[in-house]
């Protein structure tokens, strides 16, 4: 392998002189700039070794090593597959930026929010961005979007690696786009590299476009390489062309939709798990999809796709009363118990040769989970009421969103069990550690709601965008699900869902996504935010919803206007370490938590904030 540092080979550099554009712009496009606010954001923290682009940590390194890693993963993984990866990669730091993107766009305009990707792309070195063409339009769902990239870095690392090539190499970037104004847009927009500079081109050029549902064609490379895992469907699901029947048909591989790395990750467990017998267990909260994946697995598994596929049987383990469990599960033969007219299979004998996803499983009583620690381990069941055991050939999947091991130690579930069913324990992430999959997920809803309902609802509002972006999901996937549902009856067909149609009080929706700024954009909640009616000096709120905190924080913007204002005393003495506590205490809100984010803010290093929060 090649030095990093080595310079470009002879061939190489003189083919990019060959190619390398003029200084000024091409004719027909707009010159993009970095704005001040932008390049305010970029903060240099020296004594820490930290970079900050807003509250997300950067990284300087050599483009040279990133062209190295490029090289290992072509040559150790393939083409297609290292496309797909570097792809992802950018994917996750566009919709992380995307974020930023957001805070700025009650000033911006939406193509002027959108004009923030390209403007972050230059901040960060990645090349000079010209716009060719920008059409955007959330409320409709229309985006389309054309840009040249002039001396793309990714390009040059490629040329110094293989030389000119006959196909496009900004594979990074490319996600990136995609990535930022998916997440900006709230539905899914891919980029597609029309022509590269490591093709011998003057310029790169990039054209975006929604990957509207029902006309995504998953062969597009442009898709495949937002697709980790062929269990997934990656951005954009393929709807059926109509009716009831072929709607639940698809109804559960439309689902399994996303291109989070915490997803992906996910994926991956899955199909490795497929092709073997063990038994799986799903960990994740309510909502996050725990079925579908087992569905999922099921179908690619030699059990579901082999010559004669066998059953996918479910059963809710908490939807069951204790006293039917054992005769939902294992069957009961008749005069079993009183008003067993007739035997009846359970599910582990209608589920022979095939699947049996156990949902819930931490709810099963203590007897219950005897009997199935008995079948998982002979293969075998017998009937209540009967007295011959039934061998069966099953596959168990199981699922909870308990702690199983809390469980075991407070004597409600069997650690002989839990060490049965934990043999290849998958957790998935709630959505709120996924939410560049937010946007897949509204797409996709939108469009099925719309069809099943003969609906057209044409996309989100800017503000819904925003609220949906920002919400805590406690119900995840299936809530979001059912608030897209609700979106959809309550907007007006040829218009757009906004905020009201979606949170109708039962939400517990955070109000700095729902409180108005003057010229009535949405603002951040909290003493200290931009055009935040509660900075110093304006009266205390008089809104008998606000609670003793708000009218304290007011009262203190008060006392601090006064003295700047040199009335000393005018609305009462000052304690500097009551100010100082709320100070700590906001900042450390405004940033989620973060420390170093919040030491920035105030102006103090992480230490010193530790030191406060320490204090009180």
């Known amino acids: 392998m090649r030095p990093t540092a080595e310079p470009l080979r002879p061939a190489a550099a003189a083919a990019l002189a060959a190619v390398s554009p003029p200084p000024a712009a091409s004719p027909g496009c707009a010159p993009l700039h970095p704005s001040d606010e932008l390049v305010s954001r970029l903060h240099f923290d020296a004594r820490e070794g930290h970079i900050w682009l807003n509250d997300q940590r950067m990284l300087l390194l050599h483009n040279s090593a990133m062209g190295v890693l490029r090289r290992e993963l072509i040559e150790g993984l393939g083409r297609d597959q290292a496309r797909g990866l570097i792809t992802r990669m950018g994917y996750h730091c566009g919709a992380h930026d995307a974020e930023l993107a957001r805070k700025l766009r009650r000033h911006l305009s939406p193509a002027e929010g959108v004009e923030v990707g390209p403007q972050l792309h230059m901040l960060e070195g990645v090349a000079r961005v010209e716009k060719v063409r920008l059409e955007v339009d959330e409320e409709a769902g229309h985006f389309l979007g054309e840009f040249i990239w002039h001396g793309s870095a990714e390009a040059e690392s490629h040329v110094q690696a293989y030389g000119i090539v006959g196909h496009t190499a900004c594979w990074q970037q490319t996600g990136y786009a995609s990535g930022f104004v998916s997440g900006f847009m709230g539905r899914p927009v891919v980029f597609r590299e029309l022509q590269c500079r490591a093709q011998g081109a003057p310029h790169c050029l990039i054209v975006g476009r929604p990957a509207e549902a029902g006309e995504a064609d998953q062969a597009d490379p442009g898709l495949a390489s937002l697709r980790a895992d062929s269990l997934s469907l990656g951005v954009a699901a393929p709807l059926p062309a109509s009716g009831p029947a072929a709607a639940a048909e698809l109804l559960a591989d439309a689902r399994v939709v996303g291109v989070s790395a915490g997803f992906n990750a996910v994926c991956h467990m899955v199909r490795r798990a497929a092709g073997t017998r063990a038994t799986v267990l799903f960990l994740g909260e309510s909502g996050v999809g725990k079925e579908v994946l087992a569905q999922a697995l099921h179908r690619i598994s030699p059990r579901g796709s082999g010559p004669q596929p066998g059953p996918f049987v479910a059963v809710n383990c908490a939807a069951i009363p204790d006293e039917l469990v054992e005769s939902e599960l294992f069957g009961v033969d008749k005069g079993g118990f009183t008003g067993a007219q007739a035997s009846r299979p359970g599910r582990f004998e209608r589920a022979h040769g095939g699947t049996l996803f156990l949902d819930e499983i931490g709810i099963l009583g203590w007897t219950a989970q005897g009997k199935l620690l008995r079948a998982l381990q002979e293969r075998e069941v017998e009937r209540v009421g009967g007295t011959q055991t039934v061998k069966v050939d099953v596959r168990v999947v199981a699922a909870t969103n308990l702690d199983l091991k809390a469980e075991v130690a407070a004597g409600r579930f069997r650690e002989d069990l839990y060490y049965r069913l934990n043999v290849l324990p998958v957790r998935v992430p709630p959505l709120r550690e996924r939410r560049e999959d937010i946007p897949v997920f509204m797409n996709h809803f939108l469009h099925q709601f719309n069809r099943r309902d003969g609906r057209q609802v044409t996309g989100f509002t800017g503000r819904a ?39 109708l009080g039962d939400e517990a929706h955070s109000s700095q996504w729902l409180a108005l700024q003057r010229d009535g954009s949405l603002r951040q909640h909290g003493v200290g935010a931009a055009n935040d009616p509660a900075l110093p000096g304006t009266p205390a709120s008089t809104d008998p919803a606000a609670g003793p905190q708000d009218a304290a924080r007011a009262h203190l913007a008060g006392q601090v206007q006064a003295l700047l204002s040199g009335q000393a005393g005018a609305r009462g003495a000052l304690a500097l370490d009551h100010l100082e506590a709320e100070l700590v205490r906001s900042a450390m809100a405004a940033t989620g938590g973060n420390q170093s984010a919040a030491a920035r803010l105030l102006g103090l290093s992480r230490a010193q904030l530790i030191y406060r929060l320490k204090k009180e």
């Open 465 to 503: 965008i925003d609220a949906l972006l920002s919400y805590h999901w406690p119900g995840n996937i299936r809530e979001l699900e059912n608030l897209v549902e609700r979106g959809v009856v309550l907007a007006s067909d040829g218009g757009a869902i906004d905020v009201t149609h979606l949170f």
